[in-house]
């Protein structure tokens, strides 16, 4: 399970160095990656999280409330997307659901 995991956190830290240097047209082939991958892979939190950050990059809020949301139904006991769901609601949204 271990080299899984690496390979997972190895495949999102790819990911992630390849969309903050690709120009803006291909960004959007970024977003299918990473959502084609997140639902392929639906345990990388990272995944998840980059493609929520993504959509917070394009002020798509709602569209990175729903990813989260997706993700922690999938993983619901994962502490890092409970912070990030916080989180997307303290900078974007209410601050009282956020509490």
Same mark, same amino acid.
């Given at each position: 399970m271990d080299r899984l995991d690496d390979a997972r956190s @190895?495949?999102?830290q790819a990911v992630k160095k390849c969309y903050q240097v690709?120009?803006?047209?291909?960004? @959007?082939?970024?977003?299918v990656i990473f959502t084609s991958f997140s639902f392929d892979c639906f345990q990388c939190i990272p995944l998840w999280c980059m493609t929520a950050d993504f959509e917070l990059h394009q002020n798509n809020v709602t569209k990175a409330r729903s990813t989260i949301e997706k993700a922690r139904l999938r993983n619901p006991q994962n502490p890092e997307l409970w912070r990030k769901a916080i989180l997307i609601e303290w900078e974007h949204g209410s601050k009282d659901q956020a509490k």
């Open positions: @190895t495949f999102a690709l120009p803006i047209k291909e960004k @959007t082939s970024c977003k």
